[in-house]
């Protein structure tokens, strides 16, 4: 297995010159700001680019970046387990933006929203549902409760089971021709 390491955004910053930045979020988070020169490689398209991140991690370092730092850490442990070294960003875009560290949008691109918005809107939604049904079906409340219990678990082992749904939705895909050139030019 190969070691997987971190970066902090300063010092990921210092030699983004000679990393392989390869972006895990969904295209629509993407969009919405990027380190300058990432490849958008989705979580769930991380098997189908194996041969690409492969190759790119011959030819230099990889640096895998997500939101937080938490899907970057699950690629970079999948991407160990096939023998590819990376590394992670600490506390990912996030950390890298507060530290006012440069980056970029596609030009005329419309961004849709990221994904912890879609999931406030999406677990919201689901509650205000459970409690209004609630009021004439009282078993409609176990809607709001399961949520409720959802969020708990995703604050405790730090995953998000309604961000993986939401994920698989036709807005927060990569067009297949994109992710078709990104792999390309990961494969060199």
Same mark, same amino acid.
């Given at each position: 297995?190969?070691?997987? #390491?971190?970066? #902090? !955004? /300063? $010092?990921?910053?210092?030699?983004?010159? @000679?990393?392989?930045?390869?972006?895990?979020?969904?295209?629509? @988070?993407?969009?919405?700001?990027?380190?300058?020169?990432?490849?958008?490689?989705?979580?769930?398209?991380?098997?189908?680019?194996?041969?690409?991140?492969?190759?790119?991690?011959?030819?230099?370092?990889?640096?895998?970046?997500?939101?937080?730092?938490?899907?970057?850490?699950?690629?970079?442990?999948?991407?160990? @387990? $096939?023998?590819?070294?990376?590394?992670?960003?600490?506390?990912?875009?996030?950390?890298?933006?507060?530290?006012?560290?440069?980056?970029?949008?596609?030009?005329? #691109?419309? #961004?849709?929203?990221?994904? /912890?918005?879609?999931?406030?809107?999406?677990?919201?939604?689901?509650?205000?549902?459970?409690?209004?049904?609630? $009021?004439?079906?009282?078993?409609?409340?176990?809607?709001?409760?399961?949520?409720?219990?959802?969020?708990?678990?995703? !604050?405790?082992?730090?995953?998000?089971?309604?961000?993986?749904?939401?994920?698989?939705?036709?807005?927060? $895909?990569?067009?297949? !021709? /994109?992710?078709?050139?990104?792999?390309?030019?990961?494969?060199?």
């Amino acid at each position: 297995m190969a070691p997987t #390491t971190a970066l #902090t !955004a /300063d $010092q990921a910053n210092a030699r983004l010159h @000679e990393l392989t930045v390869v972006d895990v979020r969904t295209p629509g @988070e993407y969009a919405s700001g990027h380190l300058p020169g990432a490849h958008n490689i989705p979580l769930g398209h991380l098997d189908t680019a194996l041969p690409a991140l492969k190759a790119a991690a011959d030819r230099g370092a990889l640096l895998v970046v997500c939101a937080s730092g938490a899907r970057s850490s699950d690629a970079c442990r999948r991407l160990a @387990e $096939q023998g590819v070294t990376a590394a992670t960003l600490t506390g990912g875009i996030t950390a890298w933006t507060q530290l006012g560290h440069d980056t970029h949008r596609p030009a005329g #691109t419309r #961004t849709p929203w990221a994904m /912890d918005r879609q999931v406030r809107l999406a677990a919201g939604s689901l509650v205000l549902t459970g409690l209004i049904a609630g $009021q004439r079906w009282s078993a409609a409340r176990w809607l709001s409760a399961g949520v409720a219990g959802g969020l708990v678990f995703s !604050a405790l082992t730090n995953t998000c089971g309604m961000a993986r749904i939401l994920a698989k939705l036709p807005h927060n $895909q990569p067009r297949t !021709a /994109d992710l078709e050139h990104t792999l390309a030019a990961l494969a060199g």
